[in-house]
């Protein structure tokens, strides 16, 4: 299930944000096997890796040729293990894997934040966007921040695609922009921990102090082509969650007129089966007023066999196209870069306006 390889660090190549990428040469164990590989380190998991050092590593992404995952990935510096850090809290993830760390939930009884939390259950109407690819988080973002820049906002990550919240290149390029991370479930390495998405919900409103939310999941996703095989149906979960919470949940729904598959063409046959079959809160669904006629006709076509109990929300979009393109991070999904799909980013964009929209005049911040 692991195909575990030895190497020894040979050069640096760059880092970010909780994650270390550096040149590996490998001992082949098969003909196949390559001499150098990108290797990727989480330093609060195994170390930083140095130059010299003989790292374990496991080389399944690059067995799969996975594009978003094409590293090696250091399970271990064994002639160099970190010092031990004694963290006061007990929440495990990655739980009973060889790598499962503990981390200190945002409500636990040793968090500062356990008082803020312990009796909260309620988000106060706060807008939460739910996406079903983490590449739609910037545009979300970008959406918001076009008629809202004042206004806080957090990233609530769920399980379904990368683990580890240091991962995501973009992420943490956007840090500045957002109030925080929290990383819930099985995932981890978020500003704050949770349990679940529900949990995830109340950190980012009463421990972040958030204006808004957007839900999706990290970097990556499982998919084996079918309408029920996609890590992203948990979009659908999270739009339950916002409502029994008492948030607004506003959905994007994937929408396209470049993806060659026809199962992702106008409306991808995922965002159906997760806020048509398994949201079964009302929800936005967040469209374009200005999309090409003939994607607009289908995707409205598509979008009203599940309303009610969702309601088409519609708002301009070509004019968010600066804030797209102004963005910290290059825009792209499944290869593709905004101006090969631009109905894609901009209709991720005005879910982002129309969770803004939601805001009280009185000002960033109401409700809270």
């Known amino acids: 299930m692991i195909r575990w390889r030895w190497g020894t660090v040979v050069a640096p190549r760059t880092s970010w944000h909780g994650s270390v990428e550096v040149q590996v040469a490998l001992e082949a164990r098969r003909p196949d096997d390559p001499e150098q590989v990108r290797a990727l380190a989480y330093p609060a998991l195994v170390g930083t890796p140095r130059v010299g050092d003989r790292v374990l590593l496991n080389v399944n992404a690059l067995a799969?040729?996975?594009?978003?995952?094409?590293?090696?990935?250091?399970?271990?510096?064994?002639?160099?293990?970190?010092?031990?850090?004694?963290?006061?809290?007990?929440?495990?993830?990655?739980?009973?894997?060889?790598?499962?760390?503990?981390?200190?939930?945002?409500?636990?009884?040793?968090?500062?934040?356990?008082?803020?939390?312990?009796?909260?259950?309620?988000?106060?109407?706060?807008?939460?966007?739910?996406?079903?690819?983490?590449?739609?988080?910037?545009?979300i973002l970008a959406?918001?921040?076009?008629?809202?820049?004042?206004?806080?906002?957090?990233?609530?990550?769920?399980?379904?695609?990368?683990?580890?919240?240091?991962f995501s290149r973009t992420l943490d390029a956007l840090r500045p922009l957002l109030a925080g991370t929290v990383t819930t479930g099985q995932a981890f390495g978020g500003d704050l921990e949770s349990t679940n998405v529900h949990s995830g919900l109340l950190a980012a409103r009463h421990g972040l102090g958030a204006d808004l939310a957007i839900v999706t999941q990290g970097p990556g996703n499982l998919g084996t082509g079918t309408e029920w095989g996609f890590s992203g149906v948990a979009a659908g979960e999270a739009v339950n969650a916002v409502a029994a919470l008492g948030g607004r949940p506003v959905a994007a729904p994937r929408i396209s007129d470049a993806d060659p598959r026809p199962r992702h063409r106008g409306v991808s046959h995922h965002s159906m089966t997760a806020f048509g079959r398994v949201a079964l809160a009302p929800a936005d669904?967040?469209?374009?007023?200005?999309?090409?006629?003939?994607?607009s006709l289908d995707v409205h076509r598509k979008l009203q066999k599940i309303c009610p109990p969702h309601r088409i929300v519609t708002a301009l979009s070509q004019d968010l196209e600066p804030a797209l393109l102004s963005l910290p991070v290059k825009l792209s999904t499944?290869?593709?870069?905004?101006?090969?799909?631009?109905?894609?980013?901009?209709?991720?964009?005005?879910?982002?306006?129309?969770?803004?929209?939601?805001?009280?005049?009185?000002g960033v911040g109401d409700g809270l």
Do not use: C
């Open 143 to 166: 959406g918001i921040r076009a008629d809202r820049p004042d206004a806080r906002v957090a990233y609530v990550m769920t399980d379904g695609g990368a683990l580890p919240a240091w």
């Open 334 to 362: 499944m290869g593709r870069g905004y101006p090969q799909d631009r109905a894609y980013f901009l209709s991720a964009a005005v879910a982002g306006r129309v969770a803004a929209s939601g805001l009280g005049e009185g």
């Open 64 to 139: 799969l040729g996975l594009g978003t995952g094409g590293y090696a990935l250091i399970v271990a510096i064994p002639d160099r293990l970190p010092d031990d850090v004694d963290v006061p809290g007990h929440v495990v993830k990655a739980r009973y894997t060889p790598l499962q760390a503990v981390v200190l939930a945002a409500d636990e009884e040793a968090s500062p934040l356990r008082d803020a939390l312990v009796n909260e259950s309620d988000i106060s109407h706060m807008p939460v966007v739910v996406a079903d690819l983490h590449s739609a988080l910037p545009a």
């Open 285 to 295: 669904l967040a469209v374009p007023s200005d999309l090409p006629a003939e994607l």
